[in-house]
């Protein structure tokens, strides 16, 4: 991160009114250098007595005494620092993920009640690690794996679900990554779901994000990717124009080039070209035609071919 780690992250919320003051006051640290640094200094802090918190949580709530909020968010930056280490197997940077929680822990000071009768440090929690899955299921993955509330909840336990199935497995096989059909009814009586959602959601968590374009590869010759099957050419709006006017073309305009021949040269074309027989064979042949009309084969081949040049002149001033 290119700042040190404050309780204010980038984005601040509607329900945080005074948070931009709050940078100015005594709610902000000195730049550390690094997030060691930031961590080190933080478990530092000293922590507020029952009294002391209630006294600075009367204080915000009846005076909006951004002082008292700078302390009570101070004294529990190292709770946002020991949730966010639960969430380092995501692969997503600690940082970014303290910060996040002390957003988390911002809105709870902010709706913080010492009447409650129980400590900030027991509320926070809950805002904490809300903030901390938003971000998670937002960056994660380019794609959403959990939308609904009941997918969301399902997506953070089945993790740390199956990773204590591998460490209690009995077969001793603890990197196999597939629960087998015993675990995942286990897990699912467990989370009060259904079996078929509890595979939906490990298949989902399995699945890697693939880049639809890969470009180049190392040897400067094009990858293969999936936006090359993927890709409808159907609806390409060239593709939709062009294939409406064949339609067009082998409907109206046909129609209206048969109109342009005479008789014969109409009933000779559609015998040639247009007709087909409920077992897929043609129409007549040039010598059956011929018979018909007591010509050649070579007439019936010359009134063909000229009706022919006569119907594309005609198909050319429809275009």
Same mark, same amino acid.
């Given at each position: ?12 919320? #509607? ?15 000195? @730049? ?13 802090? @000293?922590?507020?007595?029952?009294? *002391? ?5 009367? $204080? ?17 930056? &190292? ?5 966010? $280490? ?12 303290? %910060? ?15 009447e409650q009768g129980v400590r900030l440090v027991s ?10 899955? *938003?971000?998670?299921l937002k960056n994660w993955r380019m794609v959403k ?6 997918? $969301? ?87 939709v124009l062009e294939s409406a006017h064949r339609d ?7 129609? %209206? ?5 005479? *008789?014969? #040269?109409? $009933?000779?074309? #559609? *015998? ?24 050649? =084969? ?13 119907? &594309?002149?005609?198909? =050319?001033?429809?275009?």
């Amino acid at each position: 991160m290119s700042h040190s780690l404050i309780p204010v992250a980038a984005a601040p919320s #509607s329900d945080l009114a005074v948070a931009g003051s709050w940078t100015n006051r005594s709610l902000t640290l000195p @730049p550390l250098g690094n997030l060691d640094a930031y961590i080190s200094a933080v478990n530092r802090l @000293p922590l507020l007595s029952l009294e *002391e918190e209630q006294d600075a949580a009367r $204080r915000l709530r009846d005076h909006n005494d951004l002082d008292a909020a700078g302390r009570l968010v101070l004294s529990h930056l &190292r709770l946002v620092v020991s949730i966010s $280490r639960q969430y380092l197997g995501y692969g997503l940077p600690h940082g970014d993920l303290i %910060q996040e929680g002390n957003v988390g822990l911002m809105k709870a000071v902010k709706r913080f009640d010492p009447e409650q009768g129980v400590r900030l440090v027991s509320y926070a929690i809950h805002w904490i690690k809300a903030e901390i899955h *938003e971000y998670i299921l937002k960056n994660w993955r380019m794609v959403k794996l959990a939308t609904t509330k009941a997918q $969301r909840k399902l997506f953070f336990n089945l993790r740390s679900r199956k990773q204590g199935l591998r460490a209690e497995a009995a077969d001793g096989d603890t990197h196999r990554e597939v629960l087998s059909d015993a675990e995942v009814g286990l897990v699912a009586r467990e989370l009060n779901v259904k079996p078929d959602e509890v595979r939906e959601m490990e298949t989902r968590l399995a699945g890697g994000d693939v880049m639809l374009d890969p470009g180049p590869g190392d040897d400067g010759e094009e990858a293969f990717g999936p936006i090359a099957y993927l890709a409808d050419q159907s609806h390409e709006p060239t593709a939709v124009l062009e294939s409406a006017h064949r339609d067009r073309l082998a409907t109206e305009g046909v129609a %209206q080039a048969m109109g342009e021949l005479d *008789e014969r #040269s109409r $009933r000779i074309v #559609s *015998e040639r070209w247009l007709k087909v027989n409920d077992d897929g064979s043609g129409g007549m042949t040039l010598h059956e035609l011929a018979a018909e009309y007591g010509v050649s =084969a070579e007439r019936i081949r010359q009134i063909e071919v000229a009706a022919m040049k006569k119907m &594309r002149k005609a198909l =050319a001033g429809y275009a």
